[in-house]
């Protein structure tokens, strides 16, 4: 049995009347735990703010038109992604959560608040449907993966949450069930059905859902079908048009928002009106536009991949775009 004055159990290095003698390990786990996530996050946003900031504000052009409220949550929703996705240069793959762990994990003592807070490496978003709530324990199916998630809530969603509910979050280890790192979207049984639509959709497209989370995320919280129409633009001849409609294609199939498909249009539409080029296969310059995208929103493909896509050429690729940029430019 051990004794007050014995090292206590839980690894902290301290005596066990000075540590757990009076809390259940699983309190003292769980206190830690909240402790780190709040240094995590307020370490990310006072030594990363201008990276942080930077890379949120190159995601603008992809907002759906949502309240003010909404688009503060979507925010900081895509911080958490960033924190625990995003390298922090382009030399290295190493995270901000990757940097905190590195300095944080050297510091701690119990070897299970050790294991929880490693396995947080890589956490990714998740949209949860749920199917059955016990005791304020609910258990979730992942649309994204087809994983079952048991999780807790915050207390402010525990009202409002039901079964069938849709739940959009970061979920992570806690010292019994998963629990959520940062902001918690949840929508009512009624949404729920027009929110799967969206995440099948995705699905059919995108492969890599966390590398397109910011595009997914901007889908799911969007108040209305902002559906792109070619008509809304006056096309100069039928090759232009054929082009913009290839290039929206091309988009669609990337499960690029209606936001950047719009801007897309609207650059492709500025140039092809201003300098009328000659088109002769309109899959070269919709890659070419597509390439170009990349100055004005956060897209990213290469020539390489473009090339394979429209079944062109990546040095066709190179000088169309070039064309296309520097005309952009003066326009």
Request: net charge negative.
């Amino acid at each position: 049995m051990l004794k007050r004055n014995d090292p206590c159990h839980c690894g902290s290095g301290k005596k066990y009347k000075k540590c757990c003698m009076n809390k259940s390990m699983g309190s003292v786990v769980a206190e830690e735990l909240h402790q780190l996530e709040t240094e995590m996050l307020y370490n990310a946003f006072t030594r990363y703010q201008k990276e942080l900031t930077n890379w949120v504000q190159s995601y603008h052009h992809i907002y759906p038109d949502v309240n003010e409220e909404m688009t503060e949550t979507l925010s900081s929703m895509l911080l958490v992604w960033l924190i625990f996705q995003r390298p922090v240069d382009e030399d290295s793959e190493t995270t901000i959560f990757d940097t905190f762990l590195e300095n944080k994990v050297k510091k701690l003592k119990r070897p299970k608040t050790i294991d929880i807070i490693e396995s947080w490496k890589g956490t990714q978003p998740a949209v949860l449907e749920v199917t059955n709530i016990e005791a304020q324990v609910y258990t979730s199916t992942n649309l994204l993966t087809g994983n079952e998630v048991i999780h807790s809530l915050p207390v402010d969603h525990e009202q409002t949450v039901e079964q069938g509910s849709i739940i959009i979050g970061f979920p992570a280890t806690a010292e019994t069930n998963m629990s959520f790192i940062g902001p918690v979207i949840s929508h009512p049984v009624a949404k729920a059905a027009d929110l799967k639509e969206r995440v099948s959709t995705f699905q059919t497209k995108s492969a890599d859902y966390s590398a397109k989370w910011p595009q997914l995320l901007s889908s799911l919280l969007s108040q209305k079908d902002s559906a792109v129409n070619l008509a809304e633009f006056d096309w100069v001849d039928l090759a232009q048009k054929e082009t913009a409609e290839r290039l929206l294609q091309g988009l669609e199939q990337d499960q690029q928002p209606p936001e950047i498909q719009m801007l897309a249009l609207q650059k492709w539409h500025l140039y092809a009106t201003a300098v009328k080029p000659l088109i002769r296969k309109s899959e070269v310059f919709a890659a070419a536009m597509e390439y170009v995208l990349q100055q004005f929103a956060p897209t990213a493909t290469t020539q390489k991949q473009l090339a394979e896509k429209y079944n062109v050429s990546t040095s066709t690729i190179s000088s169309r775009s070039k064309e296309i940029m520097e005309a952009l430019k003066t326009l």
